[in-house]
C-alpha cells in the first residue's frame, strides 16, 4: 500500500509539473508590445495601456535623427492615445521587438495631421518586416482622404522563426519626404486570419493586410 501511494504521489506531481510547464510556455508566446510613439511614460486608452516610445530599448536604427511631436491641431474626433504623438523622420528608422517564434499580430496606428516641419501631403513611405513589405510609397494623408476618414489603421500578421526578432522599418519614399508613425501593437494571433494582397489604385502601391 505504501508503494501505491508513493507511486500515486510522484505520478500527480509529475502531471501538475507537466500542466504547469505546458500553461508556462502557452503565457510565453502570448507576446504583447502596445507602444505609443513620440511620448515617454505610461499612457492609457479605454481598453489598453500604452508605453512611450522615446528613450525606449525598441528604437534599433535612426533614433538621432527622428523627432517627437505633437500633431499641430488635435482634431475633437481623434483619440488622444495613440494619435497625439507621433515619431517622424525624413530617413529611415528600425523598430526590433525581441519576439517568441510563431505568427504575430501587428497593428499600426496613423494620425495624418500637420506636425511642425512636417507638412501634412509631404509623408510618403514604405514600412518593412522581416524581409516583408507592408505598406510602399503609402501617402497617409491621400489614403486618409479617400477613406474619408481622420486616422488610419493597417494590420498584419508575420511569421517569427527561431533566433528572430520582429524588426520594422519605416523609409521615406523620396528627399523630400517623410515617414511618421503614432502606434504599434504587436500580438500572439488569437483567432486563424486569411491573407490577401490587394491594389488599391490612386491610394497607396498596395499592402498586406491581414482580414478575420
Known amino acids: 500500500m505504501r508503494l501505491l501511494s508513493i507511486i500515486t504521489t ?5 502531471f501538475l509539473l507537466l500542466f504547469l510547464s505546458i500553461h508556462l510556455q502557452a503565457y510565453t508566446l502570448e507576446d504583447n508590445f502596445t507602444i505609443s ?6 499612457v492609457f486608452d479605454d481598453e489598453r495601456t500604452w508605453t512611450g ?3 525606449t530599448k525598441y528604437l534599433s536604427g535612426g533614433q538621432g535623427r527622428t ?9 475633437p474626433s481623434v483619440n488622444q492615445v495613440p494619435y497625439t504623438t507621433a515619431r517622424l523622420s525624413r530617413s529611415q528608422f528600425n523598430y526590433s521587438f525581441p519576439v517568441s517564434a510563431g505568427p504575430k499580430f501587428v497593428r499600426l496606428f496613423f494620425y495624418p495631421a500637420y506636425y511642425p516641419s512636417f507638412p501634412r501631403t509631404d509623408a510618403s513611405f514604405s514600412v ?5 513589405t507592408f505598406l510602399k510609397g503609402f501617402n497617409a ?3 486618409a482622404d479617400a477613406e474619408a476618414t481622420k486616422t488610419i489603421f493597417r494590420e498584419y500578421v508575420v511569421n517569427i522563426n527561431d533566433g528572430e526578432i520582429l524588426i520594422l522599418s519605416f523609409t521615406p519614399s523620396q528627399p523630400n519626404s517623410y515617414a511618421f ?3 504599434i501593437e504587436d500580438t500572439y494571433p488569437a483567432v486563424s486570419v486569411e491573407y490577401r494582397y490587394r491594389i ?10 491581414s482580414w478575420h
Open 181 to 183: 508613425i503614432n502606434g
Open 200 to 209: 488599391r489604385s490612386g491610394v497607396s502601391s498596395g499592402d498586406w493586410q
Open 37 to 42: 510613439c513620440g511620448t515617454t511614460g505610461i
Open 67 to 75: 523627432v517627437l511631436t505633437e500633431a499641430t491641431t488635435q482634431d
Open 53 to 55: 516610445d522615446a528613450d
Open 128 to 132: 518593412q518586416s522581416n524581409g516583408f
Open 10 to 14: 510522484s505520478l500527480t506531481l509529475f
Open 141 to 143: 494623408s491621400l489614403n
